[in-house]
T-cell receptor, first 113, second 108 residues
């Protein structure tokens, strides 16, 4: 079974631009969660989608948004990029039950100049 | 105070040593996860615990719900165990709350 895939793997943007990241979960998984990892803050939860609905949301500004499609693939969008948005963005998928083991993708490394 | 505290932050060991990484948390949890992150970013889920003890190969994870504390042990450590080990707790909203991680370096 293929693992979680994320595209693109690396991305360079400038301040003020917007970016869309994509995550394809493991086949059969209905939950996709997104995380931001920075050297200063470590890993932080962004949001979770389950069956095309946002089920949980972390404490991030509205510039961070996401969606999930009927095939469970998910996208994350960041508008009006700031330097501080430079980070590794990870997605993880699971079947969707509380406490399920999450399977992480390799991440997208975003650099904002 | 962080909701999830790990210690130590950095750990250097000689090959073959027994290693313990600790995690304390202050929130109610549904489960506790131990994750491993290698250089380059990939994260692997090692354990998910809600009580007791789990073992997988040379790795052992324990949790004490009353004391809100978990430990990850590595027996007979090997240089390939060098990685960042992250404790994460499942919050009441279903999200994960992460510790800052423990960077382990095992020298041959």
């Amino acid at each position: 079974k293929a693992g979680v895939t994320q595209t693109p793997r690396y991305l360079i943007k400038t301040r003020g631009q917007q970016v869309t990241l994509s995550c394809s979960p493991i086949s059969g998984h209905r939950s996709v969660s997104w995380y931001q990892q920075t050297p200063g803050q470590g890993l932080q939860f962004l949001f979770e989608y389950f069956s095309e609905t946002q089920r949980n949301k972390g404490n991030f500004p509205g510039r961070f948004s996401g969606r999930q499609f009927s095939n469970s693939r998910s996208e994350m969008n960041v508008s009006t990029l700031e330097l501080g948005d430079s980070a590794l963005y990870l997605c993880a998928s699971c079947h969707g039950g509380r406490g399920d083991t999450q399977y992480f993708g390799p991440g997208t490394r975003l650099t904002v100049l | 105070k962080n909701e999830v505290e790990q210690s130590p932050q950095n750990l250097t060991a000689q090959e073959g040593e027994f290693i313990t990484i600790n995690c304390s948390y202050s929130v109610g949890i549904s489960a506790l996860h131990w994750l491993q992150q290698h250089p380059g970013g990939g994260i692997v889920s090692l354990f998910m615990l809600s009580s007791g003890k789990k073992k997988h190969g040379r790795l052992i994870a324990t949790i004490n719900i009353q004391e809100k504390h978990s430990s990850l042990h590595i027996t007979a450590s090997h240089p390939r165990d060098s990685a960042v080990y992250i404790c994460a707790v499942g919050g009441s909203q279903g999200n994960l709350i992460f510790g800052k991680g423990t960077k382990l370096s095992v020298k041959p």
